[in-house]
């Protein structure tokens, strides 16, 4: 059985969070392949059910506004997606962190607007996919 992962952006900039065993992910994103990050991140089940429970509901009921949400609170937080309003969707600026929240070592990207209706799937099949 494949492992719950979610992949946002497309062929040119995409993020991809996979979980490769139980608390662990690999955190995985490029941009035009100038730019890659691929890192191993210590994160629990019930960390990432959060996490896509508070993407979904900003995106269940969107206000129009812009929203941020990061995997997890505090110095060792992996990923943080900052939504932007655009059109029917987000775009999302996407800040890396493979050693911990601080300045020297971070990869900050942008991910092109996708649909609120794609992105309630992807983050809703991410969710199920960790709650069967």
Known sequence: MEEPRMHLGNDVVWLELAR?????????????????????ADLSAAEVVDYVARMLSHLRAPSGERFSAAVTPGRN??????????????????RLTPNGDDD?????????????SELRETFSALHAALVL
């Open 20 to 40: 490769t065993r139980e608390d662990s992910w690999q955190i995985t994103a490029d941009w035009s392949s100038w730019l890659t990050a691929d890192f191993t």
């Open 104 to 116: 020297v070592c971070h990869l900050q990207m942008e991910i092109d607007p996708i649909a609120t």
């Open 77 to 94: 937080n992996p990923l943080t997606l900052k939504a932007e309003p655009v059109g029917d969707g987000f775009a999302f600026f996407v």
